[in-house]
């Protein structure tokens, strides 16, 4: 009878793509046509950083890309699920700006693939703090919506109270280099103890030229912290 149920409400209220709004099953994330216009970043990829090797490069098991073997990397671990394409950015703009929160189950899910390859035990997830300023005018931040299910499924504590962002000007239309200089003495630590000799793993939506969570890196070891890792939904790559 509750089958029954379940099938006739279905009937009269489909699940929806969150993308294109057709029907979709009601455990599908997305229609077929849009989960295949996703760019997902598979191997072969950098085993530090996840950046995806180009063309039809293959790889040795545990192949660093030319940053990450120039020990110039953001993080001692990253992974991104998806490339920042034309696609995603539509996903990720109104999730971040438009109130869209229909795709946090996507973008969560999305990013928890990645949990397999974490190199080692995980002791606080930490969403990439946004400045005040912006929450009062965005009214959420939306690396917290998306860190919360993923501390859930990795047992531990989410950290929103450690680190603390001043405001500075928005680093949209700026170069890797303005990024790293605009970013830099942001992040200031409140709680040191709850940070000294633990392995976070840092979440955000997007990573761009990695300058925020190589400055928030640098923040984070200087007040003791074991190893720190990210994941994020997507990622810019750029063609070189």
Not at 16 to 24: A, D, G, R, S, T
Not at 42 to 70: I, L, Q
Request: hydrophobic share 40%.
């Amino acid at each position: 009878m509750k089958k029954l149920f379940s099938a006739f409400i279905n009937f009269l209220f489909p699940h929806c793509c969150p993308v294109c709004k057709n029907p979709i099953e009601r455990d599908a994330l997305l229609c077929a046509q849009c989960l295949d216009s996703l760019t997902w970043i598979n191997d072969p990829k950098c085993v530090k950083c996840g950046y995806p090797f180009p063309g039809e490069a293959s790889a040795e098991t545990g192949a660093m890309c030319p940053v990450c073997a120039a020990g110039l990397n953001e993080l001692d671990w990253v992974r991104s699920s998806v490339e920042y394409d034309e696609f995603s950015k539509q996903i990720v703009l109104a999730f971040k700006y438009s109130d869209a929160f229909r795709y946090t189950r996507l973008m969560s899910r999305a990013m928890m693939l990645n949990l397999a390859e974490l190199p080692g035990n995980v002791d606080l997830v930490m969403p990439v703090p946004l400045a005040y300023k912006r929450i009062v005018k965005r009214g959420y931040n939306q690396a917290t919506i998306l860190a919360a299910p993923i501390a859930k499924i990795l047992n531990v504590k989410m950290d929103i109270d450690s680190i603390w962002r001043e405001h500075r000007k928005d680093m949209g239309h700026l170069n890797p280099r303005q990024r790293a200089e605009n970013i830099r003495g942001v992040f200031h630590v409140k709680h040191p103890q709850n940070i000294r000799g633990k392995t976070i793993l840092l979440v955000d939506d997007v990573m761009t030229s990695g300058a925020t969570f190589g400055e928030l890196r640098r923040v984070l070891k200087r007040a003791g912290a074991k190893a720190v890792y990210g994941v994020t939904f997507c990622r810019v790559v750029r063609t070189v």
